[in-house]
Each structure stands twice: as structure tokens, then as C-alpha cells.
């Protein structure tokens, strides 16, 4: 029973994982740009969810409306006023990075400033679990979380495949130049990149905050997630990305069987590390070996 | 009066031990283009040995150090590993890892490290049988280990070996095409900078009296990363003048009567991921090469 538990569990978080690592995946995969904010955004989807709904008591609809306006004003603008100025001078991965970590660091302790530090929960009438048979509990949360992700990765394919703005985005990795000549422009397209990417990390957001919580530490947690999602996925697969996740959220998980909880982490890196060592192309990526 | 002056030497003595583990991490990063957010964790490797060996051996500095150095240059293998199989921002993400993992490791191992409780009671450290218990000698000491760093490195990066890390950072297959052996040279960088924190990483357990987990997290990786990148990565003098300006900024905050001070750790925190991003837009190089590079691309 236990065994079932830890598995509905983990294919819960891992959906949330998944649409968070195909986010930072889209967004690195198509412009280059080290992403590592990305966590920020879902912190601040995630409070801006828990202030209007829990703090201000409007309507659900609301909120969510307010956290995805956030997180996608958040990453357009990041985009145009730090990485586009960075890589207009010095296109190196490493001051990309640098720059990006700089905000995350920044967006986790304005939100502990504002928000404390500790934890809050946000309960909404769906996250109370049921007990289905007895000593299995699940929430109808996981099946909204599994329908989301789902729904959001359907809706991205059919977008990168059957939209001009969607093969515009998937031919900007390749050769921003050809871009140009097609009479697109690539920083038009970065910002609808960073808009969608970002987009993606607010379903996680707000279903993790009904279902568990959250704090401002839990910036952390999602790059550290998106991060690894991406290159066990291997680099530049969405599909990758969304396996991935959905691997980490599941090992995750069923380590509670024989480890302690505070060990969850870890697992996620000695997967991490056992694809970089054996595997570092990947699922499905290109390779990354120098 | 003497508050002032034990707060100084205080300041002045953690100035030394950041900037040696500044200036180790500045050795892998700026040279050989190795960019670890685990350093807190070799920083902490080095504390940790050098407490238990000291608890149950000898607080002898001229014992405990090179323990603690052998200890986390072999450690340092599990990260050369990956660093030889992927680069860049491939390589982040698994240092990243281990960062984590060394964490949980360290709040969980507890017959070693204590858990989070920490290992307290370190005897002071041992100089040819004399116990340096003044803080004004523990600082010379300190400064002492800071010059010796500053001078080992230095000498290994005009070598032919700092030259081969140079090579490796500016192209990896070019290095690799005139015969360097790219994976040697880049295993050892990585083992003579973890080694090198070590020593910074018993300093501190010897200076404190006590250590636990706190102290070797991802904040402190990346605090020390900001240390090396707002000084300058690749120059002698960044990861020095990024240790005093980031140190400074604590008191120069507590000065400051009118931010709350529940806040001043955030606030903190906020300003040097700030100045991450200003110098990232305006002057990349961070502030001591500035001058320098402008004609490097």
C-alpha cells in the first residue's frame, strides 16, 4: 500500500516537474539563455497565487489570472532589461548565469521580506485528501497536476509545430541569422519564449502551493529541479524535459520507501550524476560532451 | 574601545579565511574555466577532518592541516569527474549536485560531522606545542596560510602547468590538439584548489571552537562565487578585493540605524546579488579587470 502511495506521489510531483523543467528547457533550448531565475518565477507565481487567494480571499480565478500575469511580466522583463543587454556585449554562458543567479537571489529574500521566511499553506477545497482504500490517500490535486501537465505540453507541442511563431522559436537555437533573413525578429521572439516558458512554471506553482506549502527557500529547489530535469532530459528536448521530471518526482518519491525524507534531495543528484557520468547526452539530447 | 578592536581582528581574521578560499576557487574558475558551486563543501571537508582529528588525535597544526588537505583533494575527485565529462553550464548543474548531496551528507553523518547540532569543544590550534588562543596571533596565523596560498598558487599558475590551465580555459580542443593532457591537468586543478580550501576549512573549525552544517551550505558557495566574480575572475587580486568588499558590507549595513534589523542578513544578501547583476550588464570582467582585459575579447 505504501508502495502505491509513494507511486501516486511521485507521478504528482513529477508532473509538477515536468512542466517546470520544459519551461527552463523551452527558454534554454531556444535562446541560449542560462535560465537560472526560473525558480524565481515560480516563487513569485506561487506567492502572488497565496496573497490574492488566501491573504486578499478573492475569487480562484483571480488568483490564478494574477500569478501567471506575474510570472510572465517577471521573465519578459528580465529578458529585455538584464539578458538582452548582457548578450548584446558578451554572449558567454557564464556572465548569463552569474546575472541570473543575481536575481534569484535578490526575488527569494525581497519574498522573505515580505512574505516571512517561514512556511505558508495555501488550502483551497481541493486540497484535502481522500481516503480511497483504506491507507491510500490522494488529493484530487494529482490528478489535476497530471491533466495539467498533460494539457500544457499537448498545447506547447501543437504550438512549436504548427505555428509560425513556434517553428520561428525552434529554428532560433539553430541559426538566429536565418531568422533574420525570414523577416522575424529573434528578440521579438525571445520575449514570447521567455512569456511561454514562464507560463508554463505557474501551474506547478500554484498546485504545489495548495498541495504542500511553500517558502521562499523553495526558489531553490525548482532551479535545482529544472536544472537537473533538463539535462537528464538532455538539452534542448522538451519531451526529454518532461520525462525527466517526471523520473525525478517518482524517484523522489518511492527513496521514501528505504531512505529518510531529508535524503530526497540527494537522490535527485545521484540520478544527476549517474547520467553525467554515464549517459551526459541524456534521454533523447544532443550530446554534451566536450 | 577593545570591543572595536576584538571586532576588527574578528573581521579580520574570516577576511583572511574567505579570501583563501576565494582565491582557491578564483584558481579553478578563472584559470581553468571549472565553474563549482560546491567549494563550500571542500571548504567544509577541510573543517570537519581537521575537527575530528584534532578532537581525537592532535590539534598540531603542522598534522591536522595536511590531513584535512589530503582528505579533500581526494574527495575532490568525485568533482573532477564530471568537470572532464561536461562542460560549462552542464558542469554547474553538477557541482550544484554535489553542493546538495555534500550538505545532507553533513547533517546526516552524525558520529563524524555531529548533524546539525555541529562538533563542538575544538581544541585551539597547536604551533610547536604552543596553543594559539589570542586572537591577534590566530590572525597572524591566518595571514600567514593567506600568504602562503596566495604564493602557492601564484608560482603553479606562472609554471608551465598554469599555462596549460590557461589553454584549457580558452579552448579545451586546442590544448587538447598540441598534446596536453587536458584531463590530468584538469583533475589536478581541481584537486590543489579543494586541497587549498582545506586549509581554510581548518582555520575556521580551529578558530571557531565549533562548526556545524550552516556554515558550508549553498549560500556560502555562493557568496564565494560573488566574492570571485564582483573582484574579478582570473586576476591575482579580484578574489582578495571581492572578500574585503563583501565582508564589509555586513558592517557597513549595521551602521545603517534605520533598516530594520531583522532584515540586515536579507538585505545583505539582496545587495551582492544586485551588484552580480549590475556587473554583469555593465562590466563583466568584475571590478579589478576592468583595466586589464579590455583588449582581451
Redesign the interface.
Known amino acids: 500500500m505504501l508502495l502505491l502511495q509513494l507511486l501516486i506521489n511521485g507521478i504528482q510531483v513529477g508532473a509538477l516537474y515536468a512542466l517546470i523543467a520544459v519551461g527552463f528547457s523551452l527558454i534554454f533550448g531556444s535562446t541560449r539563455v542560462f535560465h537560472f531565475a526560473h525558480g524565481a518565477t515560480f516563487t513569485i507565481a506561487a506567492y502572488v497565487f497565496y496573497y490574492v487567494y488566501s491573504v486578499a480571499h478573492l475569487h480562484w480565478l483571480l488568483a490564478v489570472l494574477g500569478a501567471a500575469l506575474a510570472a510572465v511580466v517577471f521573465g519578459v522583463l528580465l529578458d529585455r532589461f538584464v539578458y538582452a543587454p548582457i548578450q548584446r556585449h558578451e554572449g558567454s554562458f557564464f556572465t548569463v548565469f552569474v546575472a541570473s543567479l543575481g536575481i534569484g537571489i535578490i526575488v527569494q529574500n525581497l519574498i522573505g521580506m515580505i512574505f516571512g521566511r517561514g512556511f505558508v499553506s495555501v488550502s483551497t477545497p481541493l486540497s484535502r485528501s481522500a481516503e480511497l482504500i483504506p491507507g491510500l490517500y490522494v488529493s484530487p490535486l494529482s490528478g489535476i497536476a497530471i491533466v495539467c501537465a498533460i494539457v500544457f505540453f499537448g498545447a506547447l507541442q501543437l504550438f512549436l509545430m504548427r505555428t509560425h511563431i513556434g517553428m520561428g522559436m525552434r529554428a532560433l537555437s539553430e541559426n538566429p541569422e536565418l531568422i533574420r533573413v525570414y523577416g522575424l525578429s529573434p528578440r521579438r521572439l525571445s520575449t514570447i519564449v521567455f512569456a511561454l516558458g514562464s507560463l508554463l512554471a505557474v501551474p506547478a506553482a500554484i498546485l504545489s502551493a495548495a498541495s504542500s506549502g511553500l517558502n521562499p527557500a523553495v526558489t531553490h529547489h525548482v532551479m535545482l529541479i529544472s536544472l537537473a530535469a533538463t539535462i537528464v532530459g538532455g538539452v534542448g528536448s522538451l519531451r526529454g524535459a518532461a520525462c525527466a521530471g517526471l523520473l525525478l518526482g517518482l524517484s523522489e518519491n518511492l527513496a521514501l520507501l528505504y531512505l529518510e525524507p531529508q535524503w530526497s534531495e540527494a537522490v535527485t543528484f545521484i540520478v544527476l550524476f549517474l547520467f553525467i557520468l554515464f549517459r551526459p547526452s541524456g534521454f533523447f539530447g544532443r550530446a554534451i560532451t566536450s | 574601545m577593545e570591543k572595536m578592536l576584538a571586532y576588527i581582528l574578528n573581521l579580520a581574521t574570516l577576511m583572511c579565511i574567505n579570501a583563501v578560499l576565494a582565491i582557491t576557487l578564483n584558481f579553478i574558475m578563472g584559470y581553468a574555466g571549472i565553474?563549482s558551486i560546491a567549494h563550500a563543501i571542500f571548504f567544509g571537508v577541510g573543517a570537519y577532518t581537521a575537527a575530528y582529528f584534532a578532537l581525537h588525535a592532535s590539534a598540531s597544526l603542522f598534522l591536522a592541516i595536511p590531513v584535512s588537505m589530503v582528505a579533500a583533494g581526494l574527495l575532490s575527485l568525485i568533482l573532477a569527474?564530471?568537470a572532464l565529462?561536461?562542460?560549462?553550464?552542464?558542469f554547474?548543474?553538477?557541482s550544484?549536485?554535489?553542493q546538495?548531496?555534500g550538505v545532507?551528507?553533513f547533517?546526516?553523518w552524525k558520529s563524524f560531522t555531529g548533524g546539525l547540532g555541529g562538533v563542538i569543544g575544538i581544541p585551539p590550534a597547536d604551533l610547536f606545542g604552543h596553543a594559539i588562543t589570542d586572537p591577534v596571533q590566530f590572525l597572524l596565523l591566518a595571514a600567514g596560510c593567506l600568504v602562503l596560498v596566495i604564493l602557492v598558487t601564484n608560482t603553479l599558475l606562472r609554471s608551465s602547468f598554469g599555462r596549460n590551465l590557461k589553454a584549457i580555459r580558452d579552448s579545451?580542443?586546442a590544448a587538447h590538439a598540441f598534446g596536453k593532457n587536458v584531463a590530468v591537468i584538469k583533475t589536478l586543478s581541481v584537486m590543489i584548489s579543494s586541497a587549498l580550501a582545506a586549509i581554510a576549512g581548518a582555520l575556521y573549525a580551529f578558530y571557531l571552537g565549533f562548526i556545524n552544517v550552516e556554515s558550508f551550505t549553498?549560500d556560502t558557495s555562493?557568496l564565494l562565487?560573488?566574492m570571485v566574480?564582483i573582484g574579478g575572475t582570473g586576476t591575482l587580486l579580484g578574489p582578495i578585493v571581492g572578500t574585503v568588499l563583501l565582508m564589509l558590507l555586513p558592517s557597513l549595513f549595521s551602521y545603517m540605524w534605520f533598516l530594520p534589523q531583522t532584515?540586515i542578513g536579507?538585505?545583505q544578501?539582496?545587495a551582492?546579488?544586485?551588484?552580480?547583476?549590475l556587473l554583469?550588464?555593465f562590466r563583466?570582467g568584475g571590478l579589478v579587470s576592468a583595466r586589464k582585459n579590455q583588449g582581451e575579447p
Request: charged letters at 15%.
Open positions: 565553474f569527474l564530471p565529462r561536461v562542460r560549462g553550464e552542464y554547474v548543474a553538477a550544484l549536485g554535489l546538495v548531496l545532507t551528507i547533517s546526516e579545451e580542443s549553498l555562493v562565487m560573488a566574480i532584515e536579507a538585505i544578501q539582496i551582492y546579488g544586485a551588484a552580480m547583476v554583469m550588464i563583466p
